[in-house]
C-alpha cells in the first residue's frame, strides 16, 4: 500500500498570503495519478486538481499543483477567506489511499 | 438538483448490519466508476470500495469480507452491504463517482452517518 504523508500537519497564514503543502508517497505514484481535494467542517470534500496538476472544473487559478514520483506540492498563491479548510491528497494508481490532511488555518 | 444523496445510516449494534444507498441523479450509475469513502469523527478520509461499471469490484483490506458494493441499474443506485460491524466501523459515508478523465473522485454526496455502538 502506498502511504502518503503531508506536511505541516497545520499551516497558519493570513489573507493574501501563499500557502505550500506537500504530499510524499513512500513509493513512486504512477503517471501522477496524484488528486488535491479540499474539506471545509460539515461538508463533503471538493476535487481540486488531478494528475498531479490540473485544475477541476471551476477551480480558480490561485489554486496549481506540482509534482511527480513521489513529492508533490499545492500551492495557493493568494490565500482568500474561503480557502481556509482542510486539504488531502490522494494517489489513485495503486488502488486509493488519502494522506492525513494539513489543516489551513487563519493566522 | 443534487447529483448523488446518500441515506440509510444510523446507529447499530457491534456486530450487525446496515446498508447504505446512494441515489443519482443527472449521472447513470451503471456508466460509471462508483466508489465509498468514509470518514471516522476528527479523522481524515479512508477510500473503502470501487465498482467499476464492468461490474468489477474491490474493497479495502480493513472491509474485504464484511462489505459488499453493489449497484441497481433500474433505480441509478448504488449501495453499500455492511455485516459484522464494530466501533471501528463509526463514520461518515460518502459514495462519489470516478471520473471518466480524470480518475479522480470528481461528485461527491453529501455523507451518511454510521454510529456502531451498543
Known amino acids: 500500500e502506498i502511504v502518503l504523508t503531508q506536511s505541516p500537519g497545520t499551516l497558519s497564514l493570513s489573507p493574501g498570503e501563499r500557502a505550500t503543502l506537500s504530499c510524499r508517497a513512500s513509493q513512486s505514484v504512477s503517471s501522477s495519478s496524484l488528486a488535491w481535494y479540499q474539506q471545509k467542517p460539515g461538508q463533503a470534500p471538493r476535487l481540486l486538481i488531478y494528475?498531479?496538476?490540473t485544475r477541476a472544473t471551476g477551480i480558480p487559478d490561485r489554486f496549481s499543483g506540482s509534482g511527480s514520483g513521489t513529492d508533490f506540492t499545492l500551492i495557493i498563491s493568494r490565500l482568500e477567506p474561503e480557502d481556509f479548510a482542510v486539504y488531502y491528497c490522494?494517489?489513485?494508481?495503486?488502488?486509493?489511499?488519502f494522506g492525513q490532511g494539513t489543516k489551513l488555518q487563519i493566522k | 438538483e443534487v447529483p448523488l444523496v446518500e441515506s440509510g445510516g444510523g446507529l447499530i449494534q457491534p456486530g450487525g448490519s446496515l446498508r447504505l444507498s446512494c441515489a443519482a441523479s443527472?449521472?447513470?450509475?451503471?456508466?460509471?466508476?462508483m466508489t465509498w469513502v468514509r470518514q471516522a469523527p476528527g479523522k481524515g478520509l479512508e477510500w473503502v470500495s470501487i465498482?467499476?461499471?464492468?461490474?468489477?469490484?474491490y474493497y479495502a483490506g480493513s472491509v474485504r469480507g464484511r462489505f459488499t458494493i453493489s449497484r441497481d441499474n433500474s433505480k441509478n443506485t448504488l449501495y453499500l452491504q455492511m455485516n459484522s460491524l464494530t466501533a471501528e466501523d463509526t463514520a461518515v459515508y460518502y459514495c462519489?463517482?470516478?471520473?471518466?478523465?480524470?480518475?479522480?473522485?470528481?461528485?461527491w454526496g453529501q455523507g451518511t452517518m454510521v454510529t456502531v455502538s451498543s
Open positions: 494528475g498531479a496538476s
Open positions: 465498482i467499476y461499471s464492468g461490474g468489477g469490484a
Open positions: 490522494q494517489q489513485y494508481g495503486s488502488s486509493y489511499t
Open positions: 462519489a463517482r470516478v471520473g471518466s478523465t480524470s480518475f479522480a473522485f470528481d461528485i
Open positions: 443527472g449521472l447513470t450509475v451503471s456508466s460509471n466508476y
